[in-house]
Each structure stands twice: as structure tokens, then as C-alpha cells.
């Protein structure tokens, strides 16, 4: 009799995932895309503002592909991720997608800013597709940028550096 082993991971090890389901439709037909990708969870109080992070990555899919469809899931197992490849991925046809995300200063603090360096963070997303065409002739690269509140750096380089895709 064949036995199962699920055990507990580290609490260190623990994770945030979201799963996002929208249609893509920069390909001859469209087609049912997902997105998961996994961020840390702060067990002792959340230290950065995650809400944050996961509304500018959900803003820019809607701005694209209009409706969305968004599920959170808690990693605490070790068989979690490897049930998430298998339903989520499969070997399915992937584009890469980049959140870049740009501060938003307002006009009025601009003299603020004059001569400091201001950065982007890039966040690095795998969008999986229920596409059975060739991909060869379609551009597998995808680029948005979407603004967060100048105040927010802090948040956003966190993420930008933890962000995990599947």
C-alpha cells in the first residue's frame, strides 16, 4: 500500500500564493490564461503592505485583459507547490510577463525629487496558457507599467525581491 507524506514546512518557509485566471487574447483565438506566483507571509504581523503589491499586479491584468479572477492560497505544506505545477502549469505554454512598477509623484513634491534617483521595480510573471497553437509566431514577452504611491517604495522593492512565479 502505497503511503502518502505531507509534513508541515518551516515557518520561515511559509507563503502567500495568488491565482489569477483571466482570458489572453493576443493570439489568433483567445484562451484561458493563469497566473500564480507566491509571495512570503510575515507570520509575526505583516511588515509590508502586500494588499499593495497584489492590487497593482491585479490592476495591471485587468487594464489588459478586462475582467479577472483572483484566488489566495496558503503554502504551509510541502506538497502545495508541486499540486500547483501540476494543475496550474502541466508543461503548458508560458508568456513572460513584467509588471514594471514606476512611483507616482505627485506634481506639487517634484522640486522634492529634483537631482535623487528614482527607481522602477520589475516584477518577473509567468502567465501559463490553454493554448494549443505554436507560439513561434507570437511575441512571448509581455510589458505593463503601473504606478504606486511614491510613500510605498519600501513595499513595493520588498515585493519586487521576493516575488516568487510559478
Given at each position: 500500500m502505497a503511503q502518502i507524506r505531507i509534513a508541515m514546512l518551516p515557518v520561515e518557509q511559509w507563503q502567500e500564493a495568488r491565482i489569477i485566471k483571466f482570458r489572453y487574447n493576443y493570439l489568433d483565438r483567445p484562451c484561458a490564461a493563469t497566473i500564480v506566483y507566491y509571495l512570503p507571509c510575515?507570520?509575526?504581523?505583516?511588515?509590508?503592505?502586500?494588499?499593495?503589491?497584489?492590487?497593482?499586479?491585479?490592476?495591471?491584468?485587468?487594464?489588459?485583459f478586462g475582467e479577472i479572477y483572483v484566488w489566495r492560497r496558503d503554502v504551509f505544506f510541502d506538497n502545495i507547490k508541486g499540486e500547483m505545477q501540476k494543475i496550474y502549469d502541466g508543461g503548458r505554454q508560458k508568456i513572460n510577463f513584467v509588471v514594471r512598477m514606476l512611483p507616482e509623484i505627485p506634481v506639487e513634491q517634484y522640486q522634492n525629487y529634483v537631482g535623487k534617483d528614482i527607481f522602477a521595480y520589475d516584477y518577473h510573471l509567468n502567465i501559463q496558457l490553454d493554448f494549443f497553437g505554436q507560439l513561434d509566431k507570437f511575441n512571448k514577452d509581455l510589458l505593463v507599467t503601473v504606478p504606486f504611491p511614491i510613500g510605498q517604495e519600501e513595499h513595493i522593492s520588498w515585493g519586487a525581491d521576493n516575488i516568487e512565479t510559478l
Open positions: 510575515e507570520i509575526y504581523g505583516d511588515k509590508h503592505d502586500k494588499d499593495l503589491i497584489n492590487n497593482r499586479i491585479e490592476e495591471s491584468l485587468r487594464s489588459l
